[in-house]
């Protein structure tokens, strides 16, 4: 756990996404829930022991960033952007039923069994308090301001709390760890990093990595562009991505950084999915400029 401000704190070590909450005069503000069901269980306990959850922010719609709302009812009020909350279900079951994910968690997480599929905690609990571009929350003495910044997914949503000094970014930024482009539009990703500079903060919680400055801004766009220009590269010579894929993949001169929080296992597909995403991306860029 670290303190990243005055009352705010987030968690680097769990498995999935940086989970995050603000303690304000009136209750708790969380961002993101723990992917594992026994992290966000225990997080839900100590909290309630000392004030209310009032509200859960989800800043995109990937499995670990929305799989632990499950374990946060109650008066707690699940906030997103319209389109997280469109396509929740979608991305919940992304990777399977909970059949299949109680036979993953089995090897993976045994603490955890027990609470897949639990009737207290059924799995569904999207966004009910929804927004397009903008919302601001008001809890006790702190403002949430909610920002819709899409990039690394469309939903994308920033959470900047003024009182705090700081920015809870979601996927936005990976602080020194491997960027997931698998499914981001890089050029509006390029614009939310500008956005996320204008801000008057001191500290970036980013969606996974240690927290850090406005400094580090500058390096996450460098790791977006090194991969537009790579893929660009071979969509001018006409080559297609399984082409690209049977040759190697110079990924570390695009993105230096390993794979973080345990999501080691993904570093092939995720490279699979990062050059097919770019491919189809810049050639429908390059498509339509030519239409015009």
């Not at 499995?63 to 396509?87: K, M, P, W």
């Not at 996927?171 to 020194?176: E, G, L, P, Q, T």
Request: with cysteine; charged share 25%.
């Amino acid at each position: 756990m670290r303190r990243v401000g005055p009352n705010s704190f987030t968690e680097v070590y769990f498995a999935g996404c940086n989970p995050s909450f603000v303690e304000t005069s009136d209750g708790y503000v969380m961002i993101d829930s723990p992917q594992q069901p026994i992290d966000a269980v225990r997080w839900r306990e100590r909290m309630e022991e000392k004030a209310p959850i009032r509200y859960l922010i989800n800043t995109e719609p990937h499995g670990d960033h929305i799989s632990g709302n499950a374990y946060f009812r109650n008066e707690t009020r699940v906030v997103g952007q319209v389109q997280l909350q469109e396509c929740f279900e979608r991305y919940l079951w992304a990777f399977g039923s909970l059949d299949e994910k109680r036979e993953r968690f089995k090897e993976s997480d045994p603490d955890s069994v027990w609470l897949v599929g639990h009737p207290d905690y059924p799995p569904v609990n999207p966004p009910t308090m929804t927004f397009t571009d903008h919302l601001n929350l008001h809890l006790g003495n702190h403002t949430f301001e909610i920002i819709h910044m899409p990039g690394h997914t469309a939903p994308q949503t920033s959470v900047y709390v003024p009182q705090e000094g700081i920015v809870f970014t979601g996927d936005n930024v990976f602080h020194k760890c491997r960027t997931w482009m698998q499914e981001c539009d890089p050029w509006e990703w390029l614009e939310a990093l500008k956005s996320i500079e204008a801000l008057d903060v001191e500290t970036i919680v980013p969606g996974h990595g240690e927290p850090c400055t406005k400094a580090y801004l500058k390096e996450q766009a460098q790791i977006v562009e090194n991969w537009v220009g790579y893929i660009e590269r071979f969509v001018d010579r006409g080559v297609t991505p399984d082409e690209i894929l049977t040759g190697p993949i110079e990924v570390e001169k695009q993105d230096p950084y390993p794979i973080g929080q345990r999501l080691f296992i993904h570093n092939d597909r995720l490279t699979d999915m990062i050059v097919r995403n770019l491919h189809r991306r810049i050639l429908d860029k390059k498509e339509q400029s030519a239409a015009l």
